[in-house]
């Protein structure tokens, strides 16, 4: 019985470690911030494009899921929101709306529809670094939609 007292703490030991760098690793993934002078939302992480066999699927809000569309998926932001995706390497951005979920052992702040992977520049390489500005629940008026 004695034996079995140091292994049992040694394991609960290891477990509870796993549980710490998990969280930690976790938490570094995503960056959450706030923009003092506007009080947007800011988050950055890792975003990818989805794979061509999601094309006229169902997404998580119903609708149905085109490459040629600006959506994408995320688990950290309500489906419906509005949101300005900036790829940190080169600077372009696209206004793209929420309207799926991604796996829940994702470890990406977003998947983007092949339209604005191109948008964005960064289809080519599959993953890229991206800041994700909140814009909110209706849809931002454009400067292409204010001239029509």
Request: net charge positive; aromatic share 6%; glycine share 6%.
């Given at each position: 019985?004695?034996?079995?007292?140091?292994?049992?703490?040694?394991?609960?030991?290891?477990?509870?470690?796993?549980?710490?760098?998990c969280?930690?690793?976790?938490?570094?993934?995503?960056?959450?911030?706030?923009?003092?002078?506007?009080?947007?939302?800011?988050?950055?992480g890792?975003?990818?494009?989805?794979?061509?066999?999601?094309?006229?699927?169902?997404?998580?809000s119903?609708?149905?899921?085109?490459?040629?569309?600006?959506?994408?998926?995320?688990?950290?932001?309500?489906?419906?929101?509005?949101?300005?995706?900036?790829?940190?390497?080169?600077?372009?951005?696209?206004?793209?709306?929420?309207?799926?979920?991604?796996?829940?052992?994702?470890?990406?702040l977003?998947?983007?529809?092949?339209?604005?992977?191109?948008?964005?520049?960064?289809?080519?390489?599959?993953?890229?670094?991206?800041?994700?500005?909140?814009?909110?629940?209706?849809?931002?008026?454009?400067?292409?939609?204010?001239?029509?």
């Open positions: 019985m004695k034996k079995k007292l140091p292994a049992l703490r040694l394991i609960a030991t290891l477990y509870f470690c796993m549980f710490l760098c969280s930690a690793s976790a938490q570094s993934i995503i960056k959450d911030s706030k923009h003092k002078s506007s009080g947007k939302r800011v988050l950055y890792t975003a990818s494009f989805y794979a061509n066999k999601f094309n006229g699927r169902q997404t998580a119903g609708e149905i899921f085109s490459q040629n569309k600006l959506t994408c998926a995320c688990n950290v932001l309500p489906l419906g929101t509005w949101i300005k995706v900036t790829n940190v390497r080169n600077g372009r951005s696209a206004i793209v709306k929420v309207n799926d979920r991604l796996h829940p052992k994702m470890r990406r977003v998947d983007l529809t092949k339209a604005t992977a191109i948008q964005l520049g960064y289809k080519s390489l599959g993953l890229v670094r991206v800041k994700v500005e909140v814009i909110g629940k209706s849809k931002p008026i454009t400067k292409n939609a204010a001239n029509n």
